[in-house]
């Protein structure tokens, strides 16, 4: 079994940090660690494809492993739950700010939420379209923390992030097993031993 060590590497430093009471920005430090370590494990080499290659790369892992298998990630979809409660400023700053109707934007947001939470509940009802909507979620999440266009202060901060990092820890070691060809438990013993 041969897990790139990067990937290893990154998830470890932000365990590491987990331990520790984290401020908001070091949450945001700790996604960006997360996305770049998933980034990791496809060819970025064409960057103005890089939020497909993401949603081929999730789908991917999630089709492999199975939703129900992904418990951050499920708890993560169930949080996005707060957006419906959110100012259209709000969402706009995590989704798009510079979306000319911002009105439209947070009811198209709110919809994927309410359709990704129904697709997790018993029975199993996750497909592929269901993983394109988490990708898009999840592409323009990292996009508002890369860029900075998230300030620390917006309220959903505190609610989303530290369940958005525990997501993406587990898509990293998800994507690594997927890439191995074991299973999410084997993945995770690695990562474990760090």
Same mark, same amino acid.
């Given at each position: 079994? @041969? !897990? +790139?060590?990067?990937? !290893?590497?990154?998830?470890?430093?932000?365990?590491?940090?987990?331990?520790?009471?984290?401020?908001?920005?070091? %949450?945001?430090?700790?996604?960006?660690?997360?996305?770049?370590?998933?980034?990791?494990?496809?060819?970025? @080499?064409?960057?103005? #494809? +890089?939020?497909?290659?993401?949603?081929?790369?999730?789908? #991917?892992? $999630?089709?492999?492993?199975? !939703? +129900? /298998?992904?418990?951050?990630?499920? =708890?993560?979809?169930?949080?996005? /739950?707060?957006?419906?409660?959110? &100012?259209?400023? +709000?969402? =706009? #700053?995590?989704?798009? &700010?510079?979306?000319?109707?911002?009105?439209?934007? /947070? *009811?198209? $947001?709110?919809?994927?939420?309410?359709?990704?939470?129904?697709? %997790?509940?018993?029975?199993?009802?996750?497909?592929?379209?269901? @993983?394109? /909507?988490? &990708?898009?979620?999840?592409?323009?999440?990292?996009?508002? %923390?890369?860029? @900075?266009?998230?300030?620390?202060?917006?309220?959903?901060?505190? $609610?989303?992030?530290?369940?958005?990092?525990?997501?993406? %820890?587990?898509?990293? !070691? *998800?994507?690594? =097993?997927?890439?191995?060809?074991?299973?999410?438990?084997?993945?995770?013993?690695?990562?474990?031993?760090?």
């Amino acid at each position: 079994m @041969s !897990i +790139q060590p990067v990937l !290893i590497r990154r998830v470890s430093r932000v365990r590491d940090r987990m331990e520790s009471t984290d401020p908001g920005d070091a %949450i945001l430090d700790d996604v960006i660690v997360l996305w770049r370590a998933f980034e990791a494990t496809f060819d970025r @080499s064409r960057s103005d #494809e +890089q939020n497909e290659m993401a949603a081929v790369a999730l789908g #991917e892992t $999630i089709r492999y492993h199975g !939703i +129900q /298998k992904l418990p951050a990630t499920r =708890a993560l979809i169930d949080r996005l /739950k707060h957006l419906e409660n959110a &100012s259209i400023g +709000q969402v =706009a #700053e995590w989704f798009g &700010s510079d979306a000319d109707d911002k009105a439209a934007l /947070k *009811g198209r $947001i709110t919809s994927h939420v309410a359709e990704l939470r129904q697709a %997790i509940l018993p029975p199993p009802r996750w497909n592929d379209r269901d @993983s394109r /909507k988490l &990708s898009d979620l999840l592409y323009r999440c990292r996009c508002a %923390i890369i860029h @900075s266009g998230l300030e620390t202060n917006n309220s959903l901060v505190d $609610i989303v992030l530290p369940s958005l990092r525990l997501a993406m %820890i587990e898509i990293v !070691i *998800g994507r690594a =097993a997927q890439l191995e060809s074991i299973s999410l438990d084997e993945a995770t013993k690695v990562f474990d031993r760090g």
